[in-house]
């Protein structure tokens, strides 16, 4: 489970908080298996705070060792706002590994 991991912090338990975090991890997998740009706005809506530092899971091999991409919004490059998105070159493969992991994990609810 993604909590065994240790990286979530001290007060992470699993029994009280692992499908959760498991189920906004997942959220924010089927987002980006679209391959389109996604704003922190969209990442929060569908994982919760830690939205964007979920996309980083998705370079875990377990997951699919995807190539996460990163630009500045394009409209307001001065903001400071990015957008990330999974490279166009990710592979059938890599969204079945994707997608495998939700299975694994219990989303309830995933489509």
Known sequence: MLGD???????FDPHLDGVRVTNAQARVILLMLDGLWHSRAALTAVGGVEGVRRVRFLRDPEV????????RDPMDPTSGAYEYRIAPTSTMGQKAEARAWIKKHGQHGAT
């Open 64 to 71: 699919g060792a995807f190539v996460v991409e990163r630009r």
């Open 5 to 11: 991991r240790g990286d979530l912090g001290l007060s």
